[in-house]
């Protein structure tokens, strides 16, 4: 009986659409649900303004806190816009399972 100890990653995107206003408090509440990877935040017509890459580990170790000055950051730029596209990526991570089907470790 083998088992494996590496883990499947899925990934999928999603874009959000939504005012700019309340660009900060979204981003805020998808860096809590701790599975996102990746945002990217447009503009209404799909010019890229920024990328934020995500760490899972720093996710889980309060990111929120570290992100302050991304943050504010996002703050001013919402003040400049009237709408912003943010494209997700998220993780979903699920053990591997070995040759009799079995959870790995």
Do not use: F, Y
């Amino acid at each position: 009986m083998r088992q494996c100890s590496e883990r499947e990653e899925r990934t999928w995107r999603e874009e959000i659409e939504l005012n700019a206003k309340d660009l900060v408090e979204r981003i805020r509440e998808l860096i809590r649900e701790g599975n996102v990877r990746h945002l990217t935040i447009k503009k209404e017509n799909g010019e890229l303004l920024l990328e934020i890459p995500l760490s899972t580990g720093l996710i889980a170790g309060g990111l929120v806190t570290l992100a302050a000055p991304v943050l504010a950051a996002l703050g001013a730029l919402a003040a400049l816009l009237t709408r912003v596209r943010v494209e997700v990526v998220r993780i979903d991570q699920t053990g591997k399972k070995d040759d009799a089907g079995n959870p790995g470790v």
